[in-house]
């Protein structure tokens, strides 16, 4: 049986109580009185330490511990929360042939963002392509390609304002919960020099990675393929950068004696629908778009199935909708090797 924690009103009820088992002619009762000041100090006292008691119950287990006990206990297991990663990428700059643009040379993005340029280039037949790293750790960093960056200090004979390639590879310090989630992993799955369950877990280890899955002689015998995602970036898929970075840093791991491993990014399959919704107000049809979204993202994989029974129990969740008809998708939605579903254009009937 659970143990309830008893309320202050207990306590204080429980405190009049003794006292007056023990002294039956005192006048503990009298709101005034030294003792019933006294047994409702007491029982505030006892009340906290209560607290205590019942926080402290929630650290002893990994599974409800919090940030501090929670890393102290994955420590044991050699499970660390993954820091925060920066994000890096190129810029290209324009100028007079034969000006160098300097390492730690500083740029700026619209929103406020800062990076530095890693090394020396000089500018040859005007353009100079310069590789740059964020200044802060994060998520924050990673831009899609097309973004301009602004010199925050001029340099003469270049042009103020360059055009960024895809700046990615940042990635925002482990959460408590996908801490906690690969170190139960770990506890459950014990590390076997290679199974199937250590690639994904090596995956895993890398900033920004959330989910991954391994595929054993997809390539032929001997030969292990692993796909991921980074959910928490604007777009799931990796991007070549971060393929590389997950393969460098598995190969590192892994058996030597295994005929090839590869780390491949999974191919994006949109999946359009087509929907009627009633009432058919935009609350309800943004109602049903988040749904359908947290489904895919909750069960889409490489090569799976989405079953359309759970598209259906998505749309019927969604809050407001009473109804709805749809004739897109029909049947349940199967991906080729590779290929897993992802959230499409809904058409609104």
């Known amino acids: 049986m659970a143990f309830a924690r008893p309320t202050l009103s207990d306590l204080i ?89 300097p390492a730690l040379t500083e740029l700026q993005r619209a929103d406020g963002a800062l990076y530095t340029v890693d090394a020396d280039v000089v500018i040859a037949a005007g353009t100079a392509v310069v590789a740059v790293t964020a200044v802060d750790a994060g998520q924050a960093g990673n831009a899609a390609t097309g973004y301009a960056l602004t010199l925050t200090t001029p340099i003469a004979g270049v042009a103020a304002t360059g055009t960024a390639g895809v700046l990615s590879g940042g990635a925002d310090a482990e959460t408590d919960n996908a801490l906690r989630s690969r170190f139960i992993a770990r506890i459950q799955q014990p590390p076997h020099g290679g199974a199937k369950h250590d690639y994904e877990a090596w995956a895993l280890e890398v900033a920004g990675v959330t989910r991954a899955w391994v595929y054993p002689q ?46 491949v990014a999974p191919v994006a399959a949109p999946l359009a629908f087509s929907i009627g919704v009633t009432p058919n107000t ?68």
Request: overall charge negative; aromatic content about 8%.
């Open 13 to 101: 009820v429980r405190a009049f109580a003794d006292i007056q088992s023990r002294l039956p002619d005192s006048d503990a009762t009298l709101r005034r009185s030294n003792l019933n000041v006294l047994s409702r100090v007491h029982s505030a006292a006892v009340h906290g330490l209560y607290g205590f008691i019942q926080w402290l119950a929630t650290q002893i287990i990994f599974d409800t511990a919090e940030a501090e006990y929670l890393e102290r206990w994955a420590s044991i297991w050699k499970i660390y929360r993954i820091p925060a990663s920066f994000a890096t990428g190129t810029v290209t700059l324009t100028g007079t042939n034969g000006v160098t643009i």
């Open 218 to 263: 997809e390539l032929g015998a001997g030969t292990v393929t692993l796909r991921f995602v980074r959910d928490n970036d604007a777009g799931i898929i990796p991007d070549a950068g971060e393929v590389a970075t997950v393969q460098a840093y598995i190969d590192e791991l892994r058996p030597v004696s295994l005929k090839g491993f590869y780390v």
């Open 282 to 349: 935009a609350a309800v049809k943004a109602a049903v778009e988040a749904e359908l979204t947290d489904l895919i993202s909750r069960e889409s994989e490489p090569g799976g199935t989405l079953l359309l029974s759970h598209i259906r129990a998505a749309i019927s969740a969604a809050a407001g909708e009473t109804n709805y008809t749809m004739t897109a998708p029909a049947a349940d939605v199967t991906n080729a090797t590779g290929y897993m579903t992802a959230p499409g254009a809904i058409t609104w009937l």
